[in-house]
């Protein structure tokens, strides 16, 4: 759920603040309402209360919370302040923080939509219109007012636009940062633990740290991310669901049912290929000699993943491999009818298995190929994750 700070500030337009607060939860946003001092001359901050995800806040101190500026714009995916007076637009262009707004406007790395409203005299201001191309040049968004009714009975540029069009492009400003808002992903992440008996379990030694970073990552760009895991690892932020397994049988059952919901599956857990016939449900005892394991083959429910496809749907595998990365990652592409293929070269010491750092091949049924050179894995996750919003777009 995308988190939106609503800034209200004192115009007359502060009115239609309520009505753009109740929109954005409307579409989904979790909404916490800032207010100037001055925006509570001209509004009262039960509305927001009532209305808001949160309680509105006006208070920089004496508040329950120790610094909730840096809380909200932390937190924050979008801030957007309507009404926007021109007093306000002068402080956040000036870097001045003397409110709880404006210091919130300083301690955020979100998006930023302005939507001024103000007298035309004021609006013409070359002070005005100097702050807000200052503004724009730093990337800040800027929705500039309508002509029309303006208070006390002056018609001219300066008016509020309406809060239908005010959320159209907060909305925009959001899915333009979070590219996979609304998209459903599924990662599996870890390597398999298959018992040889109640306490012993054959396993390899994928980390989960890649399919992690992917799976933070897709949430950061505003996915329903499913996460199917193996690992203990803490379970980033903004994950809607975390389904624990451990072995090849219990992944397949956990992936399969729900599959076909997904527009996005990034398989990157490492699944065994073999698992033992005939676990022992007891410690097998040293007395009892080096016990000889007779394995089978897992099910590849990859290539089940891949025949089943529905039309749309994007399908990614992982490849690890020690020799022929390419032709090897390749194969498995075609075979496993994926549209992308991570190919792993696990043979060196700082890609692959438990390291933080990778240097991988993305190979696309397209046929395109993208050698990544040693970086993080949260990189690897973004280079990925924006192929595949490419793909879509
Ligand atoms: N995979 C799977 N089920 C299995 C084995 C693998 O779904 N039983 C998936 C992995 O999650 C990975 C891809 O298939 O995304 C490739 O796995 P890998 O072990 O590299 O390939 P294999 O086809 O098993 O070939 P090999 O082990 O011989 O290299």
């Known amino acids: 759920m995308p988190r939106v700070v609503l800034g209200v500030t004192g115009g007359i337009a502060a009115y239609k603040a309520v009505e753009v607060c109740r929109r954005l939860i409307d579409a989904g946003c979790f909404v916490s309402p800032v207010l100037t001092v001055d925006a509570t001359r001209f509004i009262g901050t039960a509305t927001f209360d009532a209305l808001g995800s949160e309680p509105a806040r006006i208070a920089l101190f004496d508040c329950p919370e120790p610094s909730p500026h840096t809380h909200l714009g932390q937190q924050a995916?979008?801030?957007?302040?309507?009404?926007?007076?021109?007093?306000?637009?002068?402080?956040?262009?000036h870097g001045v923080a003397d409110d709880l707004l404006t210091a919130t406007l300083l301690a955020t790395r979100a998006p930023v939509l302005i939507c001024p409203a103000m007298h035309t005299e004021m609006w013409e201001q070359a002070s005005v219109q100097t702050n807000l191309a200052t503004l724009r040049?730093?990337?800040?968004?800027?929705?500039?007012?309508?002509?029309?009714?303006?208070?006390?009975?002056?018609?001219?540029?300066?008016r509020l636009p309406e809060p239908g069009r005010i959320v159209a492009a907060a909305l925009d400003v959001l899915a333009q940062n979070r590219p996979l808002l609304g998209r459903r992903v599924l990662v599996t992440a870890g390597g398999t633990r298959e018992p040889i008996d109640s306490v012993r379990v054959i396993t390899n030694r994928s980390s989960g740290k890649q399919g992690y970073a992917i799976a933070q990552v897709a949430a950061e760009m505003g996915a329903h991310v499913t996460l199917v895991t193996?690992?203990?690892?803490?379970?980033?932020?903004?994950?809607?669901?975390?389904?624990?397994?451990?072995?090849?049988?219990?992944?397949?059952?956990?992936?399969?049912?729900?599959?076909?919901?997904?527009?996005?599956?990034?398989?990157?857990?490492?699944?065994?290929?073999?698992?033992a016939v005939a676990p022992k449900d007891r410690k097998t005892k040293k007395e009892d000699g080096p016990p000889s394991i007779v394995l089978e083959p897992?099910?590849?429910?990859?290539?089940?993943?891949?025949?089943?496809?529905?039309?749309?749907?994007?399908?990614?595998?992982?490849?690890?491999?020690?020799?022929?990365?390419?032709?090897?990652a390749l194969g498995k592409?075609?075979?496993?009818?994926?549209?992308?293929?991570?190919?792993?070269?696990?043979?060196?010491?700082?890609?692959?298995?438990?390291?933080?750092?990778?240097?991988?091949?993305?190979?696309?049924?397209?046929?395109?190929?993208t050698e990544l050179p040693l970086q993080t894995k949260t990189a690897v996750a973004k280079e990925l994750l924006h192929a595949i919003v490419a793909r879509f777009a």
């Open 77 to 93: 995916d979008l801030i957007v302040i309507a009404p926007a007076t021109a007093n306000t637009i002068a402080k956040y262009t």
């Open 333 to 369: 592409l075609k075979r496993k009818k994926l549209d992308f293929i991570v190919g792993n070269d696990v043979s060196q010491s700082d890609a692959g298995f438990e390291v933080d750092t990778n240097r991988v091949v993305i190979i696309s049924a397209a046929g395109t190929a």
């Open 137 to 158: 040049s730093r990337g800040v968004h800027v929705l500039d007012p309508d002509s029309g009714d303006l208070a006390c009975g002056d018609v001219g540029m300066g």
């Open 230 to 275: 193996t690992v203990d690892r803490a379970i980033p932020e903004g994950i809607a669901a975390v389904i624990r397994v451990e072995t090849a049988q219990q992944m397949q059952d956990a992936v399969m049912p729900i599959a076909a919901a997904q527009d996005i599956i990034v398989m990157a857990a490492a699944v065994a290929d073999f698992r």
């Open 298 to 328: 897992t099910h590849d429910f990859l290539v089940d993943l891949g025949a089943q496809k529905p039309a749309g749907q994007i399908l990614v595998g992982f490849a690890a491999e020690t020799e022929s990365l390419h032709e090897n």
